[in-house]
């Protein structure tokens, strides 16, 4: 299909090759707005996400799996829908390459998280994928359905171009991305043999800046606190607190007690925005948030008791360059440290239990991935490339832990992404397809 009458032609070869590839993506620029609406319309909320019943809403995921099928095979790729839970397929659609040339994965995640109560969209309803202002809106526009589709119309884009690629392009559309079930999704595709030289992820990049080229993420991880208090009535409270009262020998309220710990973690939060620095991301970014604070009795949750128990649940976002280990034990010391300035806590000390751990993405920024994927993205939108850390996690991890270098690159902002009212610019959408499409063909080979 490729037209050799340019083959001959040296350096301008390149810039009318490029040419050819942005002018095919705006062609398709109505059908690319289409296909993301259509992608938002199919609502594919992560079965595991809490608050949900699992059997209530699995399905959603296979579905757009299926939709993305039914664009990979309208390109010509070879395509594999496959689950490792029912109902929760995978897409993986490869154009295969001539030969020769770099292996290239395109990887985004097609489950959503749940819209909350549809009276908080001020935009109307969260399933509705509709365009005005020029936006698409809807639950899941920019986390992610509109990277995902950039992906699989940048390869779309290529073929009415009539550029061939040298080395294999793989799409995939993935499960369960919301909930860290990386085994479902992108560690699944990995396992069935999806591997390439290089990853992109078309997770929303921005913020601070659209479109930015994010060679790395922070960690997550998530703890709890439990602070113990004594019960006694409310009456007794005085008792508790006054000189002169009985003191603990009545009652310990566990909130005041856990307010203590509280006060050490933010303190300890202030000093990281400080201290914990990474050239890639803004000051302050590394944080320890308590997202979850219940103090009650243990009876129930009435005040006419001094509450008994008080929980901490907590996110703690850690430099990709920090040794989680040491993060954990910077942690404790601070929460024991707190812990020895009060008689009662001294005696009963609060207990700190570590739930998940979503490990950071690292690659190194001089990776040839990140040059390539600046100099897409300058030909694409005109404008100076920034290379950035991706404020949260994704699955760029999973593929970089499995030998894949993987970057994040996407229309979108995580400022709106699962949040009311969600959208994507179209105008960044239109950028992102014709980078995806000219990084293509210039890491592949055409
Ligand atoms: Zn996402």
């Given amino acids: 299909m490729s037209s050799s009458a340019h083959s001959t032609e040296g350096r301008g070869e390149l810039t009318s090759r490029d040419d050819r590839i942005i002018a095919a993506v705006e062609e398709l620029q109505s059908e690319l707005i289409d296909a993301v609406s259509e992608a938002i319309r199919i609502p594919s909320i992560n079965p595991r996400y809490p608050g949900q019943s699992y059997d209530d809403v699995v399905g959603g995921e296979g579905e757009v799996a299926r939709y993305m099928a039914s664009i990979y095979r309208q390109i010509g790729c070879e395509t594999d829908l496959f689950a490792i839970e029912p109902g929760r397929e995978n897409c993986v659609g490869v154009l295969r390459g001539r030969t020769g040339g770099r292996s290239l994965i395109y990887n985004g995640h097609i489950d959503v998280v749940p819209p909350g109560p549809a009276e908080q969209w001020t935009s109307g309803d969260p399933w509705s994928g509709h365009v005005a202002e020029g936006k698409i809106w809807g639950r899941g526009s920019c986390d992610m359905k509109a990277g995902v589709v950039a992906q699989a119309f940048a390869a779309r884009a290529l073929r009415s171009a ?52 994010a060679p790395v993420t922070p960690g997550v991880m998530s703890f709890t606190i439990s ?61 320890i948030q308590v997202g979850v604070f219940v103090g009650a009795p243990r009876t129930g949750q009435v005040p006419f008791f001094v509450p008994d128990l008080a929980t901490m649940e907590c996110i703690v976002w850690y430099p990709p360059d920090d040794d989680p280990d040491s993060v954990r034990g910077e942690i404790e010391r601070q929460v024991s440290a707190s812990a020895e300035l009060d008689s009662w806590l001294r005696a009963h000390p609060p207990v700190v239990e570590w739930r998940h751990h979503w490990p950071a993405s690292i690659l190194d920024p001089s990776h040839p991935i990140v040059g390539a994927t600046c100099r897409a993205h300058e030909r694409a939108s005109g404008d100076r490339a920034t290379v950035n850390g991706f404020p949260a996690v994704e699955d760029a991890t999973f593929l970089n832990q499995a030998g894949i270098p993987a970057i994040s690159y996407g229309p979108g902002d995580l400022r709106v992404a699962h949040a009311n009212d969600e959208h994507v610019e179209i105008g960044e959408l239109l950028v992102a397809t014709k980078t995806y499409a000219l990084l293509a063909a210039d890491w592949c080979g055409a």
């Fill in 227 to 287: 602070v113990e208090g004594k019960a006694t009535h409310t009456s007794m409270r005085g008792e508790t607190i006054r000189a002169g009262g009985y003191g603990a020998a009545v009652g310990v309220n566990a909130i005041d007690k856990a307010f203590i710990v509280y006060g050490a973690l933010r303190h300890l939060e202030d000093e990281w925005s400080l201290t914990k620095r990474h050239p890639l991301f803004r000051p302050g970014h590394f944080t």
């Fill in 162 to 213: 009539g550029v061939e690629l040298r080395g294999d392009l793989i799409l995939e559309a993935v499960a369960g991305e919301e909930m860290m079930e990386h085994e479902l999704g992108t560690t699944a595709c990995i396992e069935r043999g999806y591997r390439a030289d290089a990853a992109v992820v078309s997770e929303a990049s921005a913020p601070p800046t659209p479109l930015a080229v």
